[in-house]
């Protein structure tokens, strides 16, 4: 069975651009939940999404925004990049409370 | 809001060492689980413990929960070269299905 995918892999862009990642389920999982890693430090929570709807946002401002599509599948869109968004960005999907699984990340680099 | 602090930061030994890294916090964790991250993947489960005192076993890995349940640890006996990678440590509370929360890991660097 396929893990959890993410496109693209990798992504640059200039300050103030906009950008969308993708993210696609493991077969089954009605869970995505998206994190934004740093270099050098653990993931940060950014959003959970589960049956299409927002069930939790972390710390980040409203640049930040997520859906869910009726696949499970999700995108995450970044407004007004700044230098300091550059990072990796992980999605994971779930069936169960006590686990997740993560895709490979997007890292993004905005110049 | 539980702030996870990991020990060491960095960990660099030579193949067949042990090596043993540390996750606290000033408050009492429902369950904490252990992740690995090896470089360009996403973090992988290895352990969940629940209970306080309790004592998991993954091959050459131990992993411990502190009785108060506020501290766990990790242990690796006879590290090997694929054991590389940031390990982090992850809270769990009842309401945080999808939303972890990550210490800041430490990145353990095995050599041949």
């Known amino acids: 069975d396929a893990g959890v995918t993410q496109s693209p892999t990798h992504l640059i862009k200039t300050r103030g651009q906009h950008v969308t990642l993708r993210c696609s389920p493991i077969?089954?999982?009605?869970?995505v939940s998206w994190y934004q890693q740093v270099l050098g430090q653990g993931p940060q929570f950014i959003f959970q999404y589960y049956e299409k709807e927002e069930r939790g946002r972390g710390n980040f401002p409203d640049r930040f925004s997520a859906r869910q599509f009726p696949n499970y599948s999700s995108e995450l869109n970044v407004n007004a990049l700044l230098l300091g968004d550059s990072a990796l960005y992980l999605c994971?999907?779930?069936?169960?409370?006590?686990?997740?699984?993560f895709g490979p990340g997007t890292r993004l680099t905005v110049l | 809001t539980q702030l996870l602090e990991q020990s060491p930061q960095f960990l660099s030994i030579q193949e067949g060492e042990n090596l043993t890294v540390y996750c606290n916090s000033s408050s009492v964790f429902s369950s904490l689980q252990w992740y690995r991250q090896e470089p360009g993947e996403g973090p992988v489960l290895l352990v969940t413990?629940?209970?306080?005192?309790e004592v998991k076993k993954l091959k050459r890995l131990t992993f411990q929960f502190g009785d108060a349940r506020k501290d766990s640890s990790l242990h690796i006996t006879a590290a090997q070269p694929g054991d590389t990678g940031l390990y982090l440590c992850?809270?769990?509370?009842?309401?945080?299905?999808?939303?972890?929360?990550f210490g800041a890991g430490t990145q353990v660097v095995v050599t041949p």
């Open positions: 413990v629940v209970t306080g005192g």
């Open positions: 994971a999907s779930s069936i169960a409370w006590n686990e997740q699984f």
């Open positions: 077969s089954g999982h009605k869970s």
């Open positions: 992850v809270c769990l509370q009842t309401d945080s299905w999808g939303k972890l929360q």
